[in-house]
């Protein structure tokens, strides 16, 4: 199957700002998945923004999923068996996309994410492609890479990660990558995620869907429901601060299907804080519902990446209260209206949400406008869309002879 009869040249629009190159790339993007998690999201960005250039982009994916957004941006979807846990499955899974990507005449396979990582390699050294990873996991899982994944890693003609503090822990693990290790840090819509582009409207039509008051305080959780989270830290949390009349939000997909969130209700009715806390379903306009919330809260178990609903919320001026992990420091460095927890202690995070609560509002105000300006500066997905455009070009066959 070719992706070539599928893939036109898309127009310029608003979202390319990287400038036009004599010839842009073709890019196969490789997805365990195509789902609302961050790896996703930075693939369809990048493909969108290289169709937007004149290049040509498809997403592979194993799962299958809704594909309109692809289609919407001119991104060819394919879906391919990427293997499973039989033995042999990763070996066939190699030989399907080696031979879509050397009919498809690309040029650089691009794999979002450690578990595609085998599976890319063989598939790029076969079709002879540049072979370029997305590292999207936390610092610490550098050191749990088995002779392996560090044996792919070390023959990528290109890894990328999301912060200074990755990039670290992999050079000092892999330090031959040295030349080859960019840090690309996960990019905001600020069309979408702008205070001044969400209407009233669009805030009280949340509020009302969600039937919160509008003279209590928001405490919300966004993202994944999943263990990992630390939604039954929050719960005890919660349990704690009973003399503050709040509502708690707790919004996401299911990650593993509903077990999860039904034991938290049972969680939640057993604490008597079944009034105070709701379990909402996937939220369509996240910038509505976080405008919503007085305190956003990450209480993860698991030092993770990054979390891409806490960089929304930055980018929105909302007050964040996070478990105390390096990659949370690295994301929230300077920011005076971000608390920290250690991860699964309760009361502490307890005190955090309380101290967020309490914070003036001039103050918030003053703060929030200062913690916008900071992310529109350095997190924008135009600046995250061109770093990934100039490693494209840079990687391209025959672009150092044209240099």
């Known amino acids: 199957m070719s992706i070539d009869s599928a893939i036109g040249t898309p127009a310029l629009s608003s979202r390319g700002s990287a400038k036009r190159p004599a010839r842009a790339a073709t890019v196969l993007h490789l997805l365990r998945r195509l789902d609302q998690s961050g790896e996703a999201r930075m693939a369809i960005e990048f493909a969108a923004a290289l169709n937007d250039i004149g290049g040509r982009a ?9 594909t309109h957004e692809l289609q919407r941006h001119g991104i060819q979807p394919v879906e391919v068996k990427l293997g499973g846990r039989a033995p042999f499955s990763g070996f066939g899974a190699a030989k399907r996309l080696a031979k879509l990507v050397a009919e498809s005449d690309v040029e650089i396979l691009h794999a979002h994410g450690l578990d595609l990582l085998l599976i890319a390699r063989a598939a790029a050294a076969e079709a002879g492609v540049k072979l370029m990873i997305g590292f999207y996991e936390d610092a610490a899982r550098v050191a749990r890479l088995s002779k392996r994944q560090r044996a792919a890693l070390e023959s990528a003609d290109e890894v990328t990660v999301l912060s200074e503090l990755a990039a670290r822990e992999l050079l000092g693990a892999i330090p031959n990558l040295r030349d080859r290790v960019s840090v690309i840090p996960f990019g905001i819509d600020f069309s979408r995620f702008d205070p001044a582009q969400v209407s009233a409207h669009r805030v009280i039509q949340q509020a009302q869907l969600w039937r919160v008051p509008d003279d209590r305080p928001v405490v919300m959780l966004p993202g994944r429901f999943a263990k990992a989270r630390g939604h039954s830290v929050l719960v005890e949390a919660l349990s704690l601060i009973r003399d503050v009349d709040l509502r708690c939000i707790m919004v996401g997909p299911d990650a593993e299907g509903p077990a999860f969130r039904h034991q938290l209700g049972k969680e939640i ?12 379903e996937e939220c369509r306009d996240m910038p509505a519902a976080l405008m919503l919330a007085d305190v956003v809260v ?26 105390d992990f390096p990659v949370m420091h690295d994301m929230l460095t300077g920011n005076e209206m971000a608390w920290l927890a250690p991860p699964g202690d309760a009361m502490a995070l307890s005190w955090a949400i309380r101290e967020a609560l309490g914070l003036a509002i001039d103050r918030r105000e003053e703060l929030s406008r200062h913690i916008i300006d900071i992310m529109r500066e350095h997190r924008s997905r135009e600046r995250m869309c061109g770093a990934a455009l100039d490693i494209y070009q840079r990687l391209r066959p025959g672009a150092a002879a044209a240099a």
Do not use: F, K, M
């Open 58 to 66: 498809a997403i592979a994916y194993h799962a299958a999923s809704a």
């Open 298 to 323: 990450a209480p993860t178990l698991e030092p993770g990446a990054h979390n891409r609903a806490v960089i929304e919320a930055l980018a929105l001026g909302r007050p964040i209260v996070a478990s």
């Open 269 to 280: 009715a057993a604490q008597g804080l079944s009034d105070r806390v709701l379990l909402a």
